[in-house]
């Protein structure tokens, strides 16, 4: 997520919108101030209708050039640290049953110490689907994904499982049906397990009103990061080696960072958003979680459908990101990011500074529209107003100061944005750009802050404030390890240009060929 600081969390949470909306406008006041100072020509002339950011990313063709990638030599140890490509490769060579796996993971889900708040339920039908993928294997018949448990983020809908979107406001939700996403793994043959917890519709506070705060497996002390933070916890924790998260500001690359693990918010609308709770329809991206690259290289094309080919072989040549990523960022989160850099040179890469566009007038624009969008996904929760969280409160104040002309104007600049963010890679000549990833290491959950070299900082004003962009843009960006700092987890992001989510997932794979963050787990 993106935006200001919360109020005091230990305040009570106010009873209608217009408590807030005081403060939400002069929260908002200089944001559209901005906006305003910079009104578009009238439409189509400008090339700027609501509608063309999604008409240019259809027109973008895929990237020709491929990011050559090392053989992976195959993973070792207890059932519980196995990725997804480990796992496949142990019920092929019949050294692990799907069944054997389940068991050996249900005994981790029972240590309250290890779970920290991040399993919300269990879904039914697990022993009977590793039975079928058990005997699958055994008769020759597996499925791409055959046996590989996965958990769901609690607004993507399971069929038959409690799906709650983390908020008082709706009861005792039975998911009628899968999401395109959940039924497409188990297609694939991957066994939907358990539901991880959400903040409040994916935008709520850290001390999530229905369930509480999820604690960070590198530090109980902190929190994991959102809004996909029982997917992380999960992960990092090795409940699982896969989940589901989704991304409107930054929500699978942010717990993702926090939790020393690779995620990816794929190009807008490549993967399926039906069957997903709504934050905000332009920004909303739903992707898979893992620890590995190699393992999203595999789950990838089954949720998207799509298997693009290698390309031609090319020198790697990347582009680095400059000054926004940069300013608010601790020196030892950008140390790591530069050894990255230097990484990349290692392995014979050409590195071109690039800047993507205006980025400032982006992220006011990102912020407009979303907060606008979520007021309209809740208006008909606005009687039971004090039944959300107080982030979530807040965020839909927010969303009732704009008027509609802010709205459509932070909507119609999108197509020039994303026009102005290609070209820079046309004129550099990359299909990639590297940028540093959370400006921070993981909030502490006393006070929900983070340092930036020794002075505090509310955590709403850092955490979205290097990935929110690239939700507005569209552009598929990959998360992955950086390394650590004081102990925790950075990480480092990989966009790409529309339709590039394969390479941006190569080259992740080829700086974890050359480092070991992302094999190292908390305790």
């Given at each position: 997520?993106?935006?200001?600081?919360?109020?005091?969390?230990?305040?009570?949470?106010?009873?209608?919108?217009?408590?807030?909306?005081?403060?939400?406008?002069?929260?908002?006041?200089?944001?559209?101030?901005?906006?305003?100072?910079?009104?578009?020509?009238?439409?189509?002339?400008?090339?700027?209708?609501?509608?063309?950011?999604?008409?240019?990313?259809?027109?973008?063709?895929?990237?020709?050039?491929?990011?050559?990638?090392?053989?992976?030599?195959?993973?070792?140890?207890?059932?519980?640290?196995?990725?997804?490509?480990?796992?496949?490769?142990?019920?092929?060579?019949?050294?692990?049953?799907?069944?054997?796996?389940?068991?050996?993971?249900?005994?981790?889900?029972?240590?309250?110490?290890?779970?920290?708040?991040?399993?919300?339920?269990?879904?039914?039908?697990?022993?009977?689907?590793?039975?079928?993928?058990?005997?699958?294997?055994?008769?020759?018949?597996?499925?791409?994904?055959?046996?590989?448990?996965?958990?769901?983020?609690?607004?993507?809908?399971?069929?038959?499982?409690?799906?709650?979107?983390?908020?008082?406001?709706?009861?005792?939700?039975?998911?009628?049906?899968?999401?395109?996403?959940?039924?497409?793994?188990?297609?694939?043959?991957?066994?939907?397990?358990?539901?991880?917890?959400?903040?409040?519709?994916?935008?709520?506070?850290?001390?999530?009103?229905?369930?509480?705060?999820?604690?960070?497996?590198?530090?109980?002390?902190?929190?994991?990061?959102?809004?996909?933070?029982?997917?992380?916890?999960?992960?990092?924790?090795?409940?699982?080696?896969?989940?589901?998260?989704?991304?409107?500001?930054?929500?699978?690359?942010v717990p993702s960072a926090f939790c020393n693990l690779t995620g990816i918010k794929p190009t807008y609308d490549l993967?399926?958003?039906?069957?997903?709770?709504?934050?905000?329809?332009?920004?909303?991206?739903?992707?898979?979680?893992?620890?590995?690259?190699?393992?999203?290289?595999?789950?990838?094309?089954?949720?998207?459908?799509?298997?693009?080919?290698?390309?031609?072989?090319?020198?790697?040549?990347?582009?680095?990101?400059?000054?926004?990523?940069?300013?608010?960022?601790?020196?030892?989160?950008?140390?790591?990011?530069?050894?990255?850099?230097?990484?990349?040179?290692?392995?014979?890469?050409?590195?071109?500074?690039?800047?993507?566009?205006?980025?400032?007038?982006?992220?006011?624009?990102?912020?407009?529209?979303?907060?606008?969008?979520?007021?309209?996904?809740?208006?008909?929760?606005?009687?039971?107003?004090?039944?959300?969280?107080?982030?979530?409160?807040?965020?839909?104040?927010?969303?009732?100061?704009?008027?509609?002309?802010?709205?459509?104007?932070?909507?119609?600049?999108?197509?020039?944005?994303?026009?102005?963010?290609?070209?820079?890679?046309?004129?550099?000549?990359?299909?990639?750009?590297?940028?540093?990833?959370?400006?921070?290491?993981?909030?502490?959950?006393?006070?929900?802050?983070?340092?930036?070299?020794?002075?505090?900082?509310?955590?709403?004003?850092?955490?979205?404030?290097?990935?929110?962009?690239?939700?507005?843009?569209?552009?598929?960006?990959?998360?992955?390890?950086?390394?650590?700092?004081?102990?925790?987890?950075?990480?480092?992001?990989?966009?790409?240009?529309?339709?590039?989510?394969?390479?941006?997932?190569?080259?992740?794979?080829?700086?974890q060929s050359a480092t070991a963050h992302h094999l190292r787990g908390p305790g």
């Open positions: 997520m993106t935006g200001t600081d919360y109020p005091d969390l230990a305040a009570t949470a106010a009873h209608s919108v217009e408590e807030l909306l005081p403060a939400a406008t002069a929260d908002l006041a200089p944001v559209l101030a901005r906006s305003r100072r910079r009104p578009l020509p009238p439409s189509p002339a400008s090339g700027s209708e609501p509608g063309d950011s999604v008409a240019f990313l259809a027109s973008c063709p895929p990237p020709a050039r491929a990011v050559e990638v090392p053989p992976r030599a195959a993973g070792t140890g207890a059932p519980h640290e196995l990725g997804v490509a480990d796992l496949l490769a142990a019920f092929a060579g019949a050294t692990l049953t799907p069944a054997a796996l389940l068991a050996a993971l249900r005994e981790r889900w029972a240590d309250k110490d290890l779970v920290g708040g991040a399993i919300l339920a269990e879904i039914d039908g697990a022993d009977e689907a590793a039975a079928e993928s058990g005997y699958r294997w055994r008769t020759g018949q597996a499925r791409p994904l055959e046996g590989i448990p996965f958990a769901v983020k609690d607004i993507i809908d399971v069929a038959g499982a409690p799906v709650t979107s983390g908020s008082r406001t709706t009861g005792d939700r039975i998911a009628p049906a899968d999401a395109a996403v959940v039924a497409r793994l188990r297609a694939a043959g991957a066994i939907p397990v358990l539901m991880t917890a959400t903040t409040e519709f994916a935008c709520g506070a850290p001390h999530n009103a229905r369930y509480g705060a999820v604690t960070n497996p590198w530090d109980r002390e902190r929190w994991t990061g959102g809004s996909s933070t029982g997917s992380a916890a999960a992960l990092a924790a090795r409940l699982v080696p896969l989940a589901l998260g989704t991304d409107t500001g930054g929500s699978i690359r993967v399926p958003r039906s069957g997903v709770a709504c934050l905000s329809w332009t920004l909303d991206h739903v992707g898979p979680m893992t620890r590995s690259a190699a393992d999203l290289r595999l789950v990838l094309p089954r949720l998207t459908g799509r298997y693009p080919a290698d390309g031609r072989p090319a020198a790697l040549r990347v582009g680095v990101a400059g000054s926004w990523f940069r300013e608010l960022c601790d020196s030892r989160v950008l140390a790591a990011f530069d050894s990255t850099v230097d990484t990349l040179r290692g392995l014979g890469a050409e590195l071109v500074a690039i800047e993507l566009g205006d980025l400032p007038l982006i992220n006011d624009d990102m912020l407009v529209v979303l907060v606008s969008e979520l007021a309209s996904t809740q208006e008909s929760n606005l009687d039971g107003f004090g039944l959300f969280d107080i982030g979530t409160q807040v965020r839909i104040a927010r969303g009732f100061v704009p008027s509609a002309a802010d709205y459509l104007r932070s909507l119609r600049r999108r197509a020039g944005a994303q026009r102005d963010a290609v070209r820079a890679m046309d004129e550099a000549g990359v299909d990639l750009v590297l940028a540093p990833g959370i400006g921070s290491t993981a909030a502490r959950l006393s006070d929900v802050t983070v340092e930036v070299d020794g002075t505090r900082h509310p955590m709403q004003a850092i955490i979205g404030r290097n990935t929110g962009v690239f939700d507005y843009l569209g552009l598929p960006v990959v998360m992955t390890p950086a390394g650590f700092v004081g102990g925790l987890p950075a990480g480092v992001q990989i966009a790409g240009r529309p339709w590039a989510d394969e390479q941006c997932l190569r080259l992740a794979e080829l700086l």
